[in-house]
């Protein structure tokens, strides 16, 4: 029993930190730019899959890591500078529109460059082996990626909350305005924390390879789930986005575990109740 | 745009145009009264001009698009094997997009018997569109020859329609002799884990009816929503069931996903692994690499298969689309040699729904790369062998190889 606890609670950490890596960059991409990214999944699909061409070059996962995460980030980039940029002015909704059209031309894309076939990304070398968890094997790779979750939360935490730069996009969450009022270049900004989200979601792609493996269609997927996180933590806020990785991914991963059947509903249950718990007894004004 | 007269209806018709009016739909009426009645009445069989129009049905996008890509280059190698002539007349291949969901696959459908009259249809792959194109075939008595539609339920005795076949195989047929094969092996436990729909329970309820003889019983079952990446949550509580044998029905990407992380979680050395011929599938073995080496699964087809018709198949794919041949590519290629035969065998002509609808049924091939193919009238669901695969490296690359057949197995259509 205690061990079925050790184990599904480890799973459900090696979930949550997939989940935070993605819902982070979506979740400060809404906080600052104020719309939702719906090409946040695509992100994570082309980086797993500059990874995989990385890797069919240089065997080496650390570089396929780099390669995706890079690639990810200056397509974001290129998006915000070419594109987005122009749309600021205009109404949420475009901008939604817009990132939907992104993620809609990158599924062709996607299948005309790499194809429609399932591939997959081995784990780093060092990883590839299991420890024994009581009479379970567990293996090593997935241990490692709460490592590095935790590792990322800490480090963008610190990025945010003890820089200056962390200060500005703090600042412009909370009031863009008054920001570019002060003389600061905003819109640098946003191309920054845009291009940032679309980096960390290219590195999750590259992560989660080993486990989930990479074909057309993933990248929706993962945007669903990422929503309800983001959603879940709250639009702009990187602890918000941690706590609520934390939930979804070990209340899914025990669900599943206890009882199957619920498994496609349950975490969509956990966001209604969220919602519910945050609005009661506040009037629409109070939650705006 | 035309000014209402009177004697004009209020109807509106294509485009705004006004609609038919009573003369019109008397008129209208009375021509497509004689011309249902004309094939019924003594028409000399003249050879038909203009190309033989076939309307291949397939997932060329959505989850099922790789699949469905092989299957058409199967259908499309085997009309340009034949110089895209079928008895001297050509053949004219018009392919439209399913995207695996039965609203698009039947309004393609009806675009291709209403606006393009095709001869006949061939393809679907997605049981659930199969479904639709089965009711859609009988109203428009349309012959319509299946690739894919594994689902029990489409082709029984008690839903048999003269249009409708099955060329690729049904579900049951697969994973029966599994369940006989595996009791053979001495495996007593088993337990069942698969995709929570449709094919992912009647995969493995086929088997377990043939399994569960000499005491061998199911332990436990594990179904989990289609589409799920992470079996890690599950995979204690198979190992806690102490099972001697998985038998697991997942196809595609989740396919991938449970073999590697059963390798990755442990479960591997002491309980085997084995299932529906999706589960090691030549598409998915790349992915999964070495996780799936000795894992057995049943299917109408094997890249090992050594039949010289096989070895000519497998080398025509790998020389035509630079890839592995697929059971789902094969499935293509002979359902299209199914319609081949059919019209060849009328002459090239397709003289009446009904006279083709005949003509399939009576074909029987000896030399497919699956092997003989025939079909059950009862049902209209194929009759074939079904091989018993394992997974080995073959010349450095991971292919299945066969290690039984069970030769004309015929779904009982109950």
Same mark, same amino acid.
């Given at each position: 029993?205690?061990?079925?606890?050790?184990?599904?609670?480890?799973?459900?950490?090696?979930?949550?930190?997939?989940?935070?890596?993605?819902?982070?960059?979506?979740?400060?991409?809404?906080?600052?730019? /104020?719309?939702?990214?719906?090409?946040?999944?695509?992100?994570?699909?082309?980086?797993?899959?500059?990874?995989?061409?990385?890797?069919?070059?240089?065997?080496?996962?650390?570089?396929?890591?780099?390669?995706?995460?890079?690639?990810?980030?200056?397509?974001?980039?290129?998006?915000?500078?070419?594109?987005?940029?122009?749309?600021?002015?205009?109404?949420?909704?475009?901008?939604?529109?817009?990132?939907?059209?992104?993620?809609?031309?990158?599924?062709?894309?996607?299948?005309?460059?790499?194809?429609?076939?399932?591939?997959?990304?081995?784990?780093?070398?060092?990883?590839? /082996?299991?420890?024994?968890?009581?009479?379970?094997?567990?293996?090593?790779?997935?241990?490692?990626?709460?490592?590095?979750?935790?590792?990322?939360?800490?480090?963008?935490?610190?990025?945010?909350?003890?820089?200056?730069?962390?200060?500005?996009?703090?600042?412009?969450?909370?009031?863009?305005?008054?920001?570019?009022?002060?003389?600061?270049?905003?819109?640098?900004?946003?191309?920054?924390?845009?291009?940032?989200?679309?980096?960390?979601?290219?590195?999750?792609?590259?992560?989660?390879?080993?486990?989930?493996?990479?074909?057309?269609?993933?990248?929706?997927?993962?945007?669903?789930?990422?929503?309800?996180?983001?959603?879940?933590?709250?639009?702009?806020?990187?602890?918000?986005?941690?706590?609520?990785?934390?939930?979804?991914?070990?209340?899914?991963?025990?669900?599943?575990?206890?009882?199957?059947?619920?498994?496609?509903?349950?975490?969509?249950?956990?966001?209604?109740?969220?919602?519910?718990?945050?609005?009661?007894?506040?009037?629409?004004?109070?939650?705006? | 745009?035309?000014?209402?007269?009177?004697?004009?209806?209020?109807?509106?018709?294509f485009?705004?145009?006004?609609?038919?009016?009573?003369?019109?739909?008397?008129?209208?009426?009375?021509?497509s009264?004689?011309f249902?009645?004309?094939?019924?009445?003594?028409?000399?069989?003249?050879?038909q001009s203009g190309p033989i129009k076939i309307g291949v049905l397939a997932p060329i996008?959505?989850?099922?698009?790789?699949?469905g890509?092989?299957k058409v280059?199967?259908i499309k190698?085997?009309f340009?094997?034949?110089?895209m002539k079928i008895?001297?007349r050509p053949v004219e291949l018009l392919v439209e997009d399913t995207e695996?969901?039965?609203q698009e696959g039947l309004r393609k459908a009806r675009k291709l018997v209403e606006s393009d009259q095709v001869d006949v249809l061939l393809g679907v792959?997605?049981?659930?569109v199969?479904?639709a194109i089965?009711?859609y075939v009988a109203r428009a008595n349309k012959v319509w020859i299946t690739t894919?539609?594994?689902?029990?339920?489409?082709?029984?005795?008690?839903?048999?329609?003269?249009y409708a076949?099955?060329?690729?195989?049904?579900?049951?047929?697969?994973?029966?002799?599994?369940?006989?094969?595996?009791?053979?092996?001495?495996?007593?436990?088993?337990?069942? #884990?698969?995709?929570?729909?449709?094919?992912?329970?009647?995969?493995?309820?086929?088997?377990?009816?043939?399994?569960?003889?000499?005491?061998?019983?199911?332990?436990?079952?594990?179904?989990?929503?289609?589409?799920?990446?992470?079996?890690?949550?599950?995979?204690?509580?198979?190992?806690?069931?102490?099972?001697?044998?998985?038998?697991?029905?997942?196809?595609?990407?989740?396919?991938?996903?449970?073999?590697?992380?059963?390798?990755?979680?442990?479960?591997?050395?002491?309980?085997?692994?084995?299932?529906?011929?999706?589960?090691?599938?030549?598409?998915?073995?790349?992915?999964?690499?070495?996780?799936?080496?000795?894992?057995?699964?049943?299917?109408?087809?094997?890249?090992?298969?050594?039949?010289?018709?096989?070895?000519?198949?497998?080398?025509?794919?790998?020389?035509? #689309?630079?890839?592995?041949?697929?059971?789902?590519?094969?499935?293509g290629?002979?359902g299209a040699?199914?319609v081949?035969?059919a019209i060849?065998?009328?002459?090239g002509n397709v003289p009446s729904q009904?006279?083709l609808s005949?003509?399939?049924?009576?074909?029987?091939?000896?030399?497919?790369?699956?092997?003989?193919?025939?079909?059950?009238?009862?049902?209209?669901?194929?009759?074939?062998?079904?091989?018993?695969?394992?997974?080995?490296?073959?010349?450095?690359?991971?292919?299945?190889?066969?290690?039984?057949?069970?030769?004309?197995?015929?779904?009982?259509?109950?």
């Amino acid at each position: 029993m205690a061990e079925f606890i050790v184990i599904q609670t480890l799973n459900g950490l090696v979930y949550s930190m997939l989940l935070f890596i993605l819902a982070l960059g979506l979740s400060m991409t809404f906080g600052l730019l /104020g719309f939702v990214n719906l090409a946040h999944g695509s992100f994570f699909l082309l980086g797993a899959y500059a990874g995989l061409t990385a890797f069919g070059q240089t065997a080496s996962f650390t570089l396929a890591a780099l390669a995706g995460a890079l690639t990810a980030g200056a397509t974001g980039y290129l998006l915000e500078r070419l594109f987005l940029k122009n749309f600021y002015s205009r109404t949420a909704l475009d901008q939604v529109v817009l990132s939907f059209g992104f993620a809609l031309v990158f599924i062709d894309v996607g299948k005309m460059i790499w194809g429609k076939d399932i591939r997959s990304l081995a784990a780093p070398g060092l990883f590839k /082996g299991a420890v024994e968890i009581g009479s379970t094997t567990f293996p090593s790779y997935r241990l490692l990626l709460i490592a590095i979750g935790v590792l990322l939360f800490v480090a963008t935490w610190l990025a945010v909350e003890r820089t200056r730069m962390g200060a500005l996009i703090r600042a412009a969450v909370s009031d863009r305005d008054m920001v570019r009022g002060l003389g600061y270049d905003v819109r640098a900004l946003f191309a920054l924390v845009f291009a940032a989200g679309a980096l960390l979601a290219g590195l999750g792609g590259v992560l989660a390879a080993p486990i989930t493996s990479v074909y057309p269609g993933l990248d929706f997927e993962v945007l669903i789930t990422t929503l309800i996180v983001v959603v879940v933590g709250g639009l702009g806020n990187i602890t918000g986005a941690f706590w609520a990785s934390l939930l979804i991914g070990v209340s899914d991963t025990f669900g599943r575990a206890l009882m199957p059947e619920s498994a496609s509903f349950l975490i969509f249950g956990v966001m209604a109740l969220v919602l519910l718990a945050r609005s009661w007894g506040r009037t629409e004004e109070e939650i705006g | 745009m035309t000014i209402e007269q009177p004697g004009m209806s209020s109807r509106r018709g294509f485009a705004g145009n006004a609609g038919p009016n009573r003369r019109d739909v008397i008129i209208g009426g009375a021509a497509s009264a004689a011309f249902a009645v004309a094939p019924g009445m003594a028409r000399p069989a003249l050879a038909q001009s203009g190309p033989i129009k076939i309307g291949v049905l397939a997932p060329i996008s959505g989850v099922y698009a790789s699949l469905g890509t092989h299957k058409v280059n199967g259908i499309k190698m085997l009309f340009d094997q034949n110089g895209m002539k079928i008895a001297g007349r050509p053949v004219e291949l018009l392919v439209e997009d399913t995207e695996a969901k039965p609203q698009e696959g039947l309004r393609k459908a009806r675009k291709l018997v209403e606006s393009d009259q095709v001869d006949v249809l061939l393809g679907v792959l997605s049981s659930a569109v199969g479904n639709a194109i089965k009711e859609y075939v009988a109203r428009a008595n349309k012959v319509w020859i299946t690739t894919g539609a594994a689902a029990d339920g489409i082709f029984k005795k008690k839903n048999n329609n003269p249009y409708a076949f099955r060329a690729s195989l049904s579900t049951w047929q697969a994973n029966h002799p599994m369940g006989t094969w595996l009791a053979g092996k001495g495996f007593k436990r088993v337990l069942l #884990t698969g995709p929570d729909y449709a094919m992912g329970r009647e995969a493995d309820e086929a088997f377990r009816a043939t399994f569960e003889v000499n005491g061998a019983q199911k332990v436990g079952e594990v179904f989990v929503p289609l589409g799920t990446s992470d079996y890690a949550p599950y995979l204690s509580q198979i190992k806690k069931a102490e099972p001697d044998l998985i038998y697991a029905s997942y196809a595609g990407a989740d396919a991938v996903r449970f073999v590697q992380q059963y390798a990755a979680f442990g479960l591997a050395p002491s309980i085997k692994l084995a299932g529906y011929g999706y589960l090691v599938e030549e598409d998915v073995l790349v992915a999964q690499g070495d996780a799936a080496l000795g894992v057995q699964s049943g299917i109408n087809w094997a890249y090992g298969l050594d039949t010289p018709e096989n070895r000519q198949f497998v080398e025509d794919y790998r020389k035509r #689309t630079d890839s592995t041949a697929t059971v789902d590519a094969v499935a293509g290629y002979v359902g299209a040699q199914v319609v081949l035969e059919a019209i060849k065998s009328l002459g090239g002509n397709v003289p009446s729904q009904l006279e083709l609808s005949q003509a399939v049924g009576k074909v029987k091939l000896a030399k497919t790369p699956r092997g003989p193919l025939s079909f059950d009238p009862e049902t209209n669901n194929v009759i074939q062998n079904v091989y018993i695969r394992e997974v080995a490296n073959m010349g450095g690359q991971l292919h299945n190889k066969v290690v039984a057949t069970y030769e004309n197995v015929k779904d009982p259509g109950e």
